[in-house]
């Protein structure tokens, strides 16, 4: 009972190591979109109007240009 007590703690803390590990890379890629979609159509970082909301979203997610950004980020693409 005590090994299967310690066996089930385990994979707990190993799954939310996990799920945390996604949620950090998730918002690193938030981070390296929204920057090289700014860097490239010329916004502001801090720009949250809807014209530069929506044609980020309409234009540049899932774009190769997004793609290409990741990859030179290091990061793994979708």
Do not use: H
């Amino acid at each position: 009972m005590k090994k299967a007590t310690i066996t089930l703690a385990l994979v707990a803390i190993l799954f939310t190591g996990c799920k945390s590990s996604q949620a950090t890379l998730d918002s690193r890629r938030a981070e390296i979109s929204w920057s090289a979609f700014c860097a490239a159509r010329g916004y502001d970082l801090n720009d949250n109007t809807y014209p530069a909301i929506n044609e980020y979203l309409d234009t540049w997610c899932g774009s190769v240009d997004e793609e290409a950004a990741f990859i030179k980020a290091g990061v793994e693409p979708y």
